[in-house]
């Protein structure tokens, strides 16, 4: 079985090149591939179910034809999608995932998250993780018209991408001792995750074996895919 994982598109209006790509490589990839994994950060914001701008239309279409030519696509929320529901889900064919998800291939233990519950050192990003996650917070949001949504969601990215220009980069990225207790609390083999940009794969010491993290890219000039299958890995970067 021929696994794919990507992550951290941040498909967008203004930047159809990238919607483009993201349609092509579904293409490609549904005769090659038997599941596709995309761990979160599909789009650079998502402010509900009932947005049918021409960006999530084209997208649901490909993710649509893709399921129905037998690729199985699963789906992981990031921070910028993480309202992305059932309705989306039903109406693609692809199956919502829970953070941390785990499964077993090839006799190896696996976990997949977006990657930002590791990255407890930015304590202001995950007290609004915690706040926008809420029930609450989700219902009262949704309950909004949609251009009321829009409105808060950009002004909510606008505020992001300022306080991130202000922070240290590490603290922006993983902890390694969060990481490391992760892997010992899980029993995993492998992790693989998005979220920091930081596209590598990384190996720890394990008690009989080595263990190994795969961080995937973001998609910008070029994209990235994480490939596995039962004799070969690799972490590969194409242009888009």
Same mark, same amino acid.
């Given at each position: 079985?021929?696994?794919?994982?990507?992550?951290?598109?941040?498909?967008?209006?203004?930047?159809?090149?990238?919607?483009?790509?993201?349609?092509?490589?579904?293409?490609?990839?549904?005769?090659?591939?038997?599941?596709?994994?995309?761990? =979160?950060?599909?789009?650079?914001?998502?402010?509900?179910?009932?947005?049918?701008?021409?960006?999530?239309?084209?997208?649901?279409?490909?993710?649509?034809?893709?399921?129905?030519?037998?690729?199985?696509?699963?789906?992981?929320?990031?921070?910028?999608?993480?309202?992305?529901?059932?309705?989306?889900?039903?109406?693609?064919?692809?199956?919502?995932?829970?953070?941390?998800?785990?499964?077993?291939?090839?006799?190896?233990?696996?976990?997949?998250?977006? =990657?930002?519950?590791?990255?407890?050192?930015?304590?202001?990003?995950?007290?609004? &993780?915690?706040?926008?996650?809420?029930?609450?917070? &989700?219902?009262?949001?949704?309950?909004?018209?949609?251009?009321?949504?829009?409105?808060?969601?950009?002004?909510?990215?606008?505020?992001?991408?300022?306080?991130?220009?202000?922070?240290?980069?590490?603290?922006?990225?993983?902890?390694?001792?969060?990481?490391?207790?992760?892997?010992? &609390?899980?029993?995993?083999?492998?992790?693989?995750?998005?979220?920091?940009?930081?596209?590598?794969?990384?190996?720890?010491?394990?008690?009989?074996?080595?263990?190994?993290?795969?961080?995937? =890219?973001?998609?910008?000039?070029? =994209?990235?895919?994480?490939?596995?299958?039962?004799?070969?890995?690799?972490?590969?970067?194409?242009?888009?």
């Amino acid at each position: 079985m021929n696994l794919g994982f990507i992550s951290d598109l941040h498909l967008s209006e203004t930047d159809t090149s990238l919607t483009n790509a993201f349609v092509d490589f579904l293409k490609s990839h549904s005769s090659n591939l038997d599941q596709l994994y995309i761990l =979160g950060d599909l789009y650079e914001v998502w402010i509900g179910d009932d947005d049918s701008s021409s960006l999530i239309t084209s997208t649901k279409d490909a993710l649509s034809k893709a399921s129905k030519a037998g690729l199985e696509i699963f789906f992981i929320h990031g921070n910028r999608d993480f309202l992305l529901d059932s309705s989306f889900a039903e109406s693609t064919g692809i199956s919502l995932l829970p953070d941390p998800f785990f499964f077993d291939y090839f006799g190896k233990k696996i976990a997949l998250s977006h =990657g930002d519950m590791f990255c407890i050192d930015d304590t202001e990003y995950q007290t609004f &993780k915690k706040q926008v996650r809420s029930p609450k917070w &989700k219902t009262e949001f949704l309950n909004k018209s949609l251009d009321e949504r829009k409105s808060i969601a950009s002004s909510m990215r606008d505020a992001s991408k300022k306080n991130s220009s202000q922070k240290d980069l590490m603290i922006m990225d993983v902890n390694i001792n969060e990481v490391a207790s992760f892997f010992d &609390k899980h029993g995993i083999d492998l992790l693989i995750h998005g979220h920091t940009h930081k596209p590598n794969i990384h190996e720890l010491d394990g008690k009989n074996s080595k263990l190994k993290r795969v961080v995937l =890219g973001d998609w910008d000039k070029t =994209g990235w895919c994480f490939y596995l299958d039962s004799t070969s890995q690799n972490l590969e970067e194409f242009r888009i």
